[in-house]
């Protein structure tokens, strides 16, 4: 059974709750520090501890997920994703389809089709100026296609990367967006293909 509250504590928990209906996902210490004017992330991750305690979120050690998922969901709300392996986002590596594990979100993130949705681990730095940093997890919802802007897993020559996609009309850009200016655009003609696009991303590092 979950215990009361304190004023404070639930003040917390309600910025949590508001944060995940407006952005669709849950929020990273930091952004619940600003958000709720901490000078640190500290005070913050002393709350969730004792929110974790009083039963009212759950922190996803197994995953090593260190972004926070609210339980006051019934367990009939959430469905186990394949967490895979990692994706490049700048130097391309194979995306190897082993999995790791499952990380639990609610099934209004997958539509319903856990089946059509996998995560993967993001390395580099090459997309950290679309909100992708080095170790957070992508969900992606598994297709052949996509629309221009859109963030696409890419293989190429079975090399796997994470970019922004540009078709052109004689051939595909696949462009990074990063404050680091040595991640440059990829342009591809053939041997490449879609393999989905991000829908969400959980942040890992705070």
């Keep these: 059974m979950k215990t009361h509250l304190t004023p404070k504590q639930q003040k917390v928990f309600n910025a949590i709750k508001e944060f995940q209906r407006v952005n669709n996902r849950m929020p990273s210490y ?38 926070i998922s609210a339980l006051e969901k019934k367990e009939t709300d959430l469905v186990n994703v394949a967490l895979l392996g990692g994706v490049a986002c700048g130097t391309p590596l194979l995306a190897e389809e082993n999995i790791e594990g499952y990380v639990s979100i609610s099934k209004s993130l997958v539509k319903n089709k856990p089946e059509s949705y996998f995560f993967l681990r993001a390395q580099g730095t090459s997309m950290n100026d679309a909100g992708i940093d080095d170790n957070d997890l992508l969900l992606i919802e598994s297709q052949p296609r996509a629309n221009p802007g859109e963030k696409v897993l890419a293989l190429i020559n079975d090399e796997a990367t994470v970019k922004i996609f540009r078709p052109q009309a004689d051939c595909i850009v696949l462009l990074p967006k990063s404050k680091d200016e040595k991640h440059k655009p990829i342009i591809v003609s053939k041997d490449f293909r879609i393999q989905g696009v991000v829908r969400n991303i959980v942040k890992i590092n705070d």
């Design 30 to 67: 930091k952004e619940l520090s600003d958000e709720l004017g901490y000078p640190s992330v500290n005070s913050i991750q002393q709350y969730i501890r004792v929110l974790e305690k009083k039963k009212y979120l759950n922190i996803e050690k197994d995953c090593g997920i260190k972004s």
